[in-house]
């Protein structure tokens, strides 16, 4: 991979403090290596405390500037990004699908849905409005106003290095914040392009920072006290622990952790269409989305009928290298989450589930050396099962039956997560049923994945969310400002 500032000489991943490349300092660190391939990419060197303490000191010296720069020109930034991500896109494609695995139409898709929401901020200066009221009492208008409050942090996971940065740093940096991003350690590559790219619009040095590093890296911005709000995404127990210490810290945060989705099939959904969107939802990006299903729920009438149209269409999937043509599933992030999801496998075995397609015995020729797993699909699976309850973040799909709509909505609502979760069916009253009934934050009729585009913001409930304000949309403009009330009057002289 060809040499750039944000790496140095002997791969190692690079700091964005001040405007200026550094080498993180702390002692630790970990390769990055190509899941498809295993060739070495680079190494992420984790960021010590001083090193968060320096981007902080960084943004909050930009800060005072940055929120007085006039909203208007806070967005051309953005709008140069969104010229630089749209340039070079095919250039991060590439970089995604070395540093994470999944296909170049993958992940060429997940830069797209990033570029959204730089494109939603720059209409900040109309979403940063706030209401007024002439007269509010006699001779007195009252306003609310929303202000920025300072530095920001977003921690993010492995799976949309591209996206996820971009689900909140657009909305940081127009609201008139400064921003530090704590990217994987596993994939970095992708997030020190986009910074590269940051530095070439004209957005003023200090008001973007990355921080690489890990576990302590994160620590160090959630207990540093120069930092006004947390955005975490990531898995369930480390959304949870964000959530608790960055609030003891005195922080807005909001935190999205792991997910277990579901789908329903009722008797009078379009089957091969049901089948079709049921497969692509489970095993896209290998299955390593938040949003991925994992279980589809099959009215009784209908569950031979939709196993056989799936397997059929799962049969013809090919698993590979992501940047060769014609490949549907990449590799898994590493080998040790290839063994994870085997051994979700072998507990779906001794369950009882019937295992109607096993991916287990795959091996890609050319690429012996990646973490390939082929679609693998039980039948039969329990409601009170660990393949039925738990994240599997592979390519393992569950079939469950059910005698109606009114019993799968009872299945969802009693599981411990609540990101995702659609509905295939003809019907307008069981449509209607589940839109109000299902717990769940994003909700898909007739939609494999319900994923939120970037002008609403991305729902999720119960174990798959800490906080009150969502990723994307209004509720990133409502997270990184606080409302002032003017209220005045002017007696005559
Ligand atoms: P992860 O929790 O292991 O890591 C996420 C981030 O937290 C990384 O930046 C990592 O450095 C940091 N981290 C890891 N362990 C930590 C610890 N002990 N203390 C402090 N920080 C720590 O998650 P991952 O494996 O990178 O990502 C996959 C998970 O993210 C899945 O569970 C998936 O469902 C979830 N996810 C959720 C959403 C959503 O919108 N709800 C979106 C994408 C991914």
Not at 176 to 205: H, M, Q, W, Y
Not at 269 to 285: G, H, K, R, V, Y
Request: charged share 20%; aromatic share 8%.
């Amino acid at each position: 991979m060809a040499e750039s500032r944000s790496r140095s000489k002997s791969g190692e991943i690079q700091n964005h403090v001040g405007g200026r490349w550094k080498a993180p300092t702390g002692e630790s660190g970990q390769d990055v290596v190509n899941p498809a391939t295993g060739e070495r990419l680079a190494y992420t060197q984790f960021s010590s405390v001083a090193d968060v303490d320096e981007a902080v000191t960084e943004g909050r010296k930009a800060f005072e500037e940055w929120r007085s720069t006039p909203v208007v020109e806070r967005i051309q930034p953005m709008f140069e990004l969104k010229g630089l991500l749209e340039e070079n896109l095919e250039e991060l494609t590439e970089f995604l699908v070395r540093d994470h695995g999944k296909t170049r139409t993958e992940a060429r898709g997940e830069l797209r849905r990033g570029i959204e929401n730089v494109e939603v901020a720059c209409g900040i200066p109309t979403m940063l409005q706030s209401g007024s009221l002439l007269n509010a009492a006699p001779g007195i208008d009252e306003s609310a106003v929303r202000k920025p409050l300072g530095v920001f942090a977003a921690i993010t996971p492995f799976n949309f290095p591209g996206m996820i940065p971009l689900w909140f740093l657009p909305y940081a940096v127009a609201t008139g914040n400064c921003f530090v991003l704590k990217p994987s350690e596993k994939v970095p590559l992708v997030a020190s392009r986009l910074v590269e790219l940051i530095g070439e619009t004209s957005l003023p040095d200090g008001v973007v920072q990355l921080v690489n590093g890990g576990p302590e890296t994160v620590t160090a911005l959630l207990e540093h006290e120069g930092i006004a709000g947390i955005s975490f995404v990531g898995s369930t127990p480390v959304a949870r622990h964000v959530y608790e210490t960055a609030a003891k810290n005195g922080k807005r945060v909001q935190a999205q952790g792991g997910a277990k989705n579901y789908l329903i099939v009722t008797e009078t959904a379009d089957i091969q269409f049901a089948a079709e969107q049921t497969l692509s939802s489970c095993f896209a990006c290998g299955g390593e989305r938040c949003l991925a299903t994992d279980i589809a729920v099959v009215e009784e009438s209908v569950y031979d009928e939709f196993a056989e149209e799936l397997l059929a269409q799962a049969r013809q999937l090919t698993v590979g290298y992501g940047l060769e043509d014609g490949v549907d599933i990449g590799a898994l992030i590493a080998p040790d989450h290839v063994d994870a999801v085997r051994e979700f496998i072998a507990t779906g075995i001794s369950e009882g589930a019937e295992l109607l397609l096993d991916g287990r015995g795959l091996s890609v020729e050319g690429y012996e050396e990646g973490n390939f797993l082929g679609p693998t699909v039980f039948g039969d699976v329990g409601p009170e099962t660990v393949l039925a309850q738990e994240e599997i973040f592979g390519p393992v799909l569950g079939l469950m039956p059910a005698a109606d709509i009114d019993e799968a909505i009872e299945f969802l609502n009693g599981t411990r997560f609540g990101n995702a979760a659609s509905l295939f069916t003809g019907s307008g009253a069981d449509a209607r049923t589940f839109r109000h009934q299902a717990d769940i934050g994003n909700l898909g009729i007739n939609v494999g994945t319900a994923a939120p585009m970037a002008f609403f913001h991305f729902g999720g409930r119960k174990n798959s969310f800490f906080g009150d304000l969502h990723a994307q949309g209004e509720d990133m403009i409502h997270f990184y400002t606080d409302k002032s009330i003017y209220i005045e009057r002017w007696p005559d002289a």
